[in-house]
């Protein structure tokens, strides 16, 4: 096992980790208006292994009191695009969407203000973390984290960084292994 460490992720301009929210959403037309009301309808998530596309929007079904394995008609759309075009298309009922996704739908014109509800959103969920492996030499870890703790995007075109990482990214930040901690829950 390397036992990975997290040592860097994607940081915010005021230089703090980034974070991102998993969501519960439908259509107006739908007739859902409540996470309850979710009870008995289709629901995309995107992956089993998934974050923000299966584990939070689980969490979110349970803290209405369903069950996501019983009290909803589940399918695994396989990606977070799979999910939000099932969902947008009205293949299903309600879906999981995350704020990430939700930009890269803006940035393409496929979404826009009122074409979804938002029914539960997720407290921040820190982004993926880059790391290193545990059982490395101590100053090579030092080395390589030193590097992707203070590595500068700024340099990279705009259009190009807002393709890759968002328009509010500039650079990587340290970030730890206990800001994941949370997801256990």
Same mark, same amino acid.
């Given at each position: 096992?390397?036992?990975?460490?997290?040592?860097?992720?994607?940081?915010t301009?005021?230089?703090k980790?980034?974070?991102?929210? @998993?969501?519960? $959403?439908?259509?107006?037309?739908?007739?859902?208006?409540? $996470?309850?009301?979710?009870?008995? &309808?289709?629901?995309?998530?995107?992956?089993? @292994?998934?974050?923000?596309? &299966?584990?939070? #929007?689980?969490?979110?079904?349970?803290?209405?009191? =369903?069950?996501?394995?019983?009290?909803?008609?589940?399918?695994?759309?396989g990606?977070?695009i799979?999910?939000?075009?099932?969902?947008?298309? &009205?293949?299903?009922?309600?879906?999981?969407?995350?704020?990430?996704q939700?930009?890269?739908?803006?940035?393409?014109?496929?979404?826009?203000?009122?074409?979804?509800?938002? =029914?539960?959103?997720?407290? !921040?969920?820190?982004?993926d !973390?880059?790391?290193?492996?545990?059982?490395? #030499? $101590?100053?090579?870890?030092?080395?390589?984290?030193? $590097?992707?703790?203070?590595?500068?995007?700024?340099?990279?075109?705009?259009?190009?960084?807002?393709?890759?990482?968002?328009?509010?990214?500039?650079? =990587?930040?340290?970030?730890?292994?206990?800001?994941?901690?949370?997801? @256990?829950?």
């Open positions: 096992m390397a036992k990975a460490e997290a040592v860097a992720a994607f940081g301009a005021d230089g980790p980034n974070t991102y929210w @998993a969501g519960l $959403v439908t259509y107006p037309a739908s007739g859902i208006k409540t $996470v309850a009301d979710i009870k008995g &309808h289709s629901f995309a998530f995107s992956d089993p @292994a998934s974050t923000s596309g &299966h584990l939070f #929007p689980a969490y979110g079904l349970r803290k209405a009191g =369903l069950d996501p394995d019983k009290d909803v008609r589940a399918i695994f759309a990606r977070h799979s999910s939000f075009e099932a969902l947008y298309n &009205h293949k299903v009922d309600a879906g999981e969407l995350n704020s990430e939700l930009e890269s739908a803006t940035q393409r014109g496929h979404y826009k203000d009122g074409d979804l509800i938002f =029914l539960w959103k997720s407290d !921040p969920i820190s982004t !973390p880059f790391t290193v492996r545990g059982d490395l #030499p $101590v100053a090579f870890k030092a080395r390589v984290t030193d $590097v992707l703790q203070n590595l500068d995007l700024s340099a990279l075109d705009p259009a190009d960084r807002k393709i890759m990482v968002g328009s509010g990214i500039a650079r =990587l930040v340290p970030q730890t292994d206990g800001a994941y901690d949370g997801i @256990a829950t």
